[in-house]
């Protein structure tokens, strides 16, 4: 099978699917942006949060405070 081959074969497949499955979703469009998070202090350790790093998964969101938080 040449490429132009299985080009061609991928682009019956889509056209196919996509009457079924509608086109790429692409972004969410109607949320509004998230707010800037610069010259807010941290809630644990006290540090502006622009030198965290924050990840944002589809479950949760985890905070990484650049330095240790002392501990009593």
Do not use: Y
């Amino acid at each position: 099978m040449t490429d132009r081959e299985r080009l061609r074969w991928w682009e019956r497949l889509n056209k196919s699917l996509r009457p079924f499955m509608g086109p790429a979703q692409l972004g969410p469009f109607d949320e509004a942006p998230r707010p800037s998070s610069t010259g807010k202090p941290c809630p644990l350790c006290g540090a502006p949060l622009d030198t965290h790093v924050i990840e944002r998964g589809a479950g949760s969101t985890r905070l990484h405070c650049p330095a240790p938080v002392p501990t009593p």
